[in-house]
């Protein structure tokens, strides 16, 4: 045990040495490892920061509410079927609640109806547009899963009466009133003033592609005297009492709505009911291959470094060819010339991978700094990865030419100029 301890030992202070003799050789050796752990490092990181905000973005949406709609969340090849189907209206919203409310131990909640468009939203002189504008009810409070940053939500009694009021998502409270509070402040959609009631606080964007703080939120009939909602626009969103059952819980909407839409029996469905699954079935394939393209490309710069690697390795087993006779007539076994190679190729390897995450990690936060809503995070799954990676790359890449080292014949290597 003494024995294996030194030889360990040893061939570490002599990879050491040997490092430290031929830094600038040791360096560009490194340099294809380093590049290859970055690649690495930074592809895993982009690839957990796209499923940290694919999840995040799929919690905002609620995995407790089925969305029932005209259209489903997923490519139709029966196009005019759907587009035929007839629209929804508040008044199914209603019929729904009733039939939920006289049924026994039913797995709904509420149906909320929610009607949308894209508007324009002022205030004094400060516009803006693309404002994803959603009429709804007092029960919509139950969907919500953000919180108010300040004010709150309007109540029965002013979404009934169709008041003027308004909740503002946080990106179009800041564009129309910066730096102050647009608490009790008036705001304009397409020539009505509404009071702001409230702020939601911030809750992101859904991959990039839309903010669910670029919204405001009015009483719906409010909304009717400004929209028309009968051209399909209006959906219903149902709250379900426990997720676990969201299989039963979807079939009891769809007898439900069968009878709100009076279709009869043998007929096939109006409407689609859609849930966040839907999203995770279409980008998960896409999210798989992204990952594998991905991580395919930079292991081929890690491969590059390994064949570097190995290359410098054979060279420096040429370079010392007489010393290994020499270590070889003095009784050093095979074991320890083929240990003593794959130490060097490994230690370089090592600081090499070293280098790399600290790069890394220099790279993430400056990104984070520069985009603070972007989720990026090393985590230390992947710092751990990639030292494992550059051990298992400095053994692959230094065996054979350590085996050839070890093979070698002490007279023959004495004479070896």
Not at 134 to 147: H, P, V
Not at 237 to 259: F, N, P, S, Y
Request: charged letters at 20%; one cysteine or more; a positive charge.
């Amino acid at each position: 045990m003494k024995r294996v301890l030194y030889e360990i030992t040893e061939s570490v202070r002599i990879a050491l040495a040997q490092i430290r003799g031929s830094k600038m050789r040791s360096a560009l050796t490194a340099l294809g490892v380093i590049i290859g752990i970055i690649a690495v490092t930074l592809m895993g990181t982009a690839i957990r920061g796209i499923n940290v905000q694919f999840n995040n973005s799929l919690a905002v949406l609620g995995d407790d509410i089925l969305y029932v709609q005209k259209w489903p969340w997923h490519n139709v090849d029966d196009w005019w079927n759907y587009a035929n189907r007839r629209p929804f209206y508040p008044e199914d919203a209603e019929a729904l609640n009733r039939i939920i409310a006289s049924t026994p131990n039913s797995q709904l909640d509420v149906a909320v109806p929610v009607a949308g468009r894209s508007s324009t939203v002022r205030s004094g002189d400060n516009l803006v547009s693309g404002v994803a504008t959603f009429g709804t009810t007092a029960d919509y409070g139950r969907l919500m899963t953000a919180d108010f940053q300040t004010g709150r939500l309007f109540s029965e009694t002013e979404a009934n009466s169709g008041r003027p009021v308004c909740v503002l998502g946080s990106d179009v409270a800041e564009a129309l009133f910066p730096g102050g509070t647009a608490l009790d402040q008036t705001v304009t959609l397409r020539g009505q003033p509404l009071r702001v009631i409230g702020v939601m606080a911030r809750q992101g964007s859904f991959l990039g592609i839309f903010s669910f703080d670029n919204q405001i939120l009015i009483p719906l009939n409010t909304y009717r005297r400004q929209f028309n909602v009968r051209g399909g626009s209006l959906e219903i969103r149902v709250k379900l009492r426990d997720k676990l059952h969201l299989a039963d819980a979807e079939e009891e909407l769809t007898g439900a709505m069968r009878r709100v839409r009076r279709q009869v029996p043998g007929e096939r469905d109006n409407f689609s009911i859609n849930q966040q699954d839907a999203f995770k079935e279409q980008l998960g394939p896409l999210k798989e291959g992204m990952a594998f393209a991905g991580l395919f490309i930079t292991g081929l710069a890690l491969f590059v470094g390994a064949i570097g690697i190995m290359n410098i390795t054979f060279v420096s087993v040429k370079e010392r060819t007489r010393e290994i006779g020499t270590r070889k007539a003095l009784g050093a076994r095979r074991r320890t010339i083929l240990f003593q190679f794959l130490v060097e190729a490994v230690a370089i390897c090592v600081v090499g991978g070293t280098i790399g995450l600290s790069l890394t990690f220099v790279a993430c936060t400056a990104a984070q700094h520069a985009m603070p809503n972007l989720p990026i995070q090393v985590s230390w799954t992947l710092v751990a990865s990639a030292l494992v990676a550059s051990v298992v790359t400095g053994i692959v890449s230094g065996f054979l030419p350590a085996l050839g080292a070890s093979r070698l014949d002490p007279v023959v290597a004495l004479r070896y100029e």
